[in-house]
């Protein structure tokens, strides 16, 4: 079992910055990928950045250039720097975290971003 637990969510004003951490406890191979995830109200939870242990990265076009995801394989983190904020980033933020094709999730964390 792997258990991602997410950290840093929280209020903030359009054009702002946060970021979120999600420690990954339990058996975490060397080859996995982190993701982040986000649900708004009333919308599918859609991917917004991944790394895989290798440091390989994907985006959302949405957040593209306006976020940063980044690992630290020793402490089995992940965090996604934003930058930016629009109103429209407002969401649950969920970490997931994929072993060996199995994939977990963090509970989630809530960002708001205040126009």
């Known amino acids: 079992q792997v258990q991602p637990v997410e950290s840093g969510g929280g209020l903030v004003q359009a054009g702002g910055s946060l970021k979120l951490t999600c420690v990954a406890s339990?058996?975490?191979?060397?080859?996995?990928?982190m993701a982040w995830h986000r649900q708004a109200p009333g919308k599918q939870r859609e991917l917004v950045g991944s790394?895989?242990?290798?440091?390989?990265?994907n985006y959302a076009a949405s957040v593209k250039g306006r976020f940063t995801i980044s690992r630290d394989n020793a402490k089995n983190t992940v965090s996604l720097q934003m930058n930016s904020l629009k109103p429209e980033d407002t969401a649950v933020y969920y970490c997931?975290?994929?072993?060996?094709?199995?994939?977990?999730w963090g509970q989630g964390t809530q960002v708001t971003v205040s126009s």
């Open positions: 790394i895989t242990s290798g440091g390989s990265t």
């Open positions: 339990g058996r975490i191979f060397s080859s996995n990928v």
């Open positions: 997931k975290v994929t072993v060996l094709g199995v994939s977990y």
